[in-house]
């Protein structure tokens, strides 16, 4: 059993920047590809960036250039960062843990985002 626990959200104004963290029970990262995903109200869950087992990195268009994923092995935690942050960002942000071979799968409990314009 994998738990994922995210920190770092919060309201932040149009053009701010903040940095969300995923703490994972355990050294999980040499199996698992890690995702942020997102929820607006209303709108469904879309993937917003993901850094697999290996290290390769991907972004969602609506992001790229303005988030950057990564991971401290050290602390078990990958991190998501972004700046010029926009009102459309504001949703429900979760982490999620794929493993890399297997098809189990863990979600965290989300951490909300408010951007205000």
């Known amino acids: 059993q994998v738990q994922l626990v995210e920190s770092g959200g919060g309201l932040v104004q149009s053009g701010g920047s903040l940095r969300l963290s995923c703490a994972a029970s355990g050294n999980i990262f040499s199996r698992y590809t890690i995702s942020w995903f997102r929820q607006a109200p209303g709108k469904q869950r879309e993937l917003v960036a993901t850094?697999?087992?290996?290290?390769?990195?991907t972004y969602a268009n609506s992001v790229k250039g303005r988030a950057t994923i990564s991971r401290d092995n050290a602390k078990n935690t990958v991190y998501l960062e972004m700046n010029s942050l926009k009102p459309e960002d504001t949703a429900v942000y979760y982490c999620h843990a794929q493993h890399a071979v297997f098809s189990n799968y863990y979600w965290g409990q989300g951490t909300q985002v408010t951007v205000s314009s």
């Open positions: 850094i697999t087992n290996g290290g390769t990195k």
